[in-house]
């Protein structure tokens, strides 16, 4: 077992995506689950959206049960009520204002290409994925499918760089070799350096360089640049462990925006056309990732791409899932939900228990 590569006990640390933005409308919350850990998902009537741990830090109640109030969330059962930070605002049988701070988790989230993403750890957010090639700026997108596969994502995004694969499986005519390039930590490059051989069906209408280049972020999201010289097609694969030991995945269809109206009318015709490519380049794959039980014993040199991302992987900060439902990251400690609760605990109980003078307990 790896440290992180294909463990479904650990996962690097870095951006994962939560769930269409769509799906989570201003003024509702939503009820997610990421690597074992139940999260309210709500977007406030400012349209930010926020993540919070579940479990109200007063007695459990699911927050996704409670309601928006204008940016806040409150709980529904005692009707606490935590801004995006998780702090909570307002104790009504406590008068209003807390009389001492409590908080539940809150996590960094950000909005892009119609998704929700989730920095899952405590180190500061590295910068959410883009393609390289057009860089971190705004473009055009547009979701296509999303998919359950029975295989860690790690599995599904080494297929990207499984060089002879794309012979043996996709009957491609050309012979990939990727060459590796680390930019960080967190992010790894491979592309294909070469050319398509004279004399093959393919050569037929092209023979200059094939661009095909992946880059990896965080080993959870890659992004495929793929095409002749004038065109190049651009689809991303975000991918998170979907708590069972498979995947949860979404693809983002992207192009180069452009301005106006011939430019939003070539857009959603580019992006129709990458729909296309990405169906090809799914195509195929179902079969291996429905049975295979990942074990690199008998590495060739057509496996070297896996070997350096399996390599990149296991380097990275880790987040570890210690037990369903459980997660502990690096900090997990100070302002979580179990610490939220012995401070309730140490300090409101007295107070709940000096008020509670005819109460029932109930
Ligand atoms: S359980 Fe949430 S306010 Fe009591
Ligand atoms: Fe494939």
Redesign the pocket.
Known sequence: MHRLFNNPDAAPEGWYWLLRSSEVRRGSVVAMELFGRELAVYRGAGGRVAALDAYCPHMGAHLAEGRVEGDELRCFFHAWRFDAGGRCTDMPALGGTPPFPVCTRSWTVAEKYGLVWLWNGDGAPGPLPFVPELGEGEVASMLANRFRKPCHPHVMLI??I?EH??NS??ALPVKLHMATREVSGQRIEFSNTTHVPPGSWLARFYRGPLTYSMCYWNAATGTVTLGPDLLHFYIMFALRPDGRGGTDGQTVLIARRRRGLLGAIANAALLALTRVVGAY??K??TR?FRSIRFQLRTPTEADHAIIDFIDHTERQPAVIVSQPGVILSRADGEGSPADGTRRVQAKGILRFAQDDTHGDGA
Do not use: K, L, S, T
């Open positions: 297929n990207a499984d694969h794309f499986v996709h380049f799914a195929g794959d291996v």
